[in-house]
């Protein structure tokens, strides 16, 4: 048996942009054409993404489920600036997916990525049924596969229950997902469901959670409810002062029973607006910015 630790964070707008180098014209390059060694990049917002990289790195992850990020060049030019490079973090995953704003799930693992599927090209009318993408990757630990459905699923941006169907759409075919590769029954199997799911479990005068099929699914458990009801909360969203659980952490049935340790939630990275963490920040953290992200890491210590 091998104990790993395994994250979501969602890394909030990691982007990057290329930038011309010297005494290269734009206008001809692109008339032209241009070779990626014309050019040189950097992440967008250096002073932010310092300080999520002081999140990735003070969670002491093995592998760790990213969404939001731009593309597989800007991950890895992130990882080798702010979180070790390839030392840390050997194998490096994103697919593009289907956000206009180009925000895709990606993975970092210190263990072999063995095998992935996308999902993006799933259809439901004229349009992509899942906002991003369901990445389901294969991650070598040892001799065993541990399988990991990456999610960020439809935003609440335009009200929660104007946004709802669409998120209970990609539930009901995550679940599927699951079932296709692992069986009827697949809370046997080591696999786990994770990401921002962008939705929270209450309901109020917004409306019900479209993700209660899967939390509640009796094949996983939703480790983040081992803590204290007032410490499950994963997100600050100001303009209501509410602070709630959008990311989650859902391993099958047989793999929590083999993991009875209760996760970790990072809020160091928070800017200071969020006023509910009174603990330590890291150096550089703002009221509002720059700030590791809007959102804060799940860790759980899973046994394979």
């Not at 209450?202 to 007032?230: F, M, Y």
């Not at 809020?267 to 009174?278: D, E, I, S, V, W």
Request: net charge positive; charged share 30%; aromatic share 10%.
């Amino acid at each position: 048996m091998t104990e790993i630790r395994l994250a979501t964070f969602n890394v909030e707008n990691l982007f990057a942009r290329f930038k011309f180098e010297q005494g290269i014209d734009p206008e001809k390059a692109f008339k032209d054409g241009w070779t990626a060694e014309e050019t040189m990049f950097r992440t967008a917002s250096p002073e932010a993404k310092k300080i999520t990289g002081q999140a990735i790195k003070a969670t002491g992850a093995d592998i760790l489920c990213l969404q939001e990020v731009e593309n597989l060049d800007a991950l890895k030019r992130f990882r080798n600036e702010f979180v070790g490079g390839s030392k840390a973090y050997e194998f490096a995953l994103s697919i593009d997916g289907n956000d206009p704003r180009f925000i895709d799930v990606a993975v970092l693992s210190k263990y072999p990525i063995v095998h992935t599927r996308s999902y993006a090209h799933l259809r439901r009318g004229n349009a992509a049924l899942f906002s991003r993408d369901c990445l389901e990757v294969d991650v070598l630990i040892g001799s065993k596969t541990l399988t990991l459905f990456v999610q960020h699923y439809k935003s609440m941006m335009g009200g929660r229950k104007k946004t709802r169907a669409r998120r209970a759409v990609q539930v009901r075919k995550t679940k599927q997902i699951v079932r296709d590769r692992f069986g009827a029954k697949p809370g046997n199997g080591s696999w786990v469901v994770l990401g921002d799911f962008n939705d929270y479990m209450q309901t109020d005068k917004e409306g019900s959670p479209a993700i209660r099929p899967i939390v509640n699914w009796d094949q996983v458990e939703n480790v983040v409810k081992r803590l204290p009801k007032a410490e499950r909360w994963t997100h600050y969203y100001d303009d209501r002062d509410k602070y709630t659980q959008l990311d989650y952490l859902l391993p099958s049935k047989s793999l929590a029973k083999a993991s009875p340790s209760p996760p970790e939630i990072m809020r160091k990275g928070l800017p200071f607006r969020a006023k509910a963490y009174t603990g330590p920040r890291f150096e550089g953290v703002g009221d509002d910015n720059p700030k590791a992200s809007d959102h804060c890491p799940v860790i759980a210590t899973l046994t394979i």
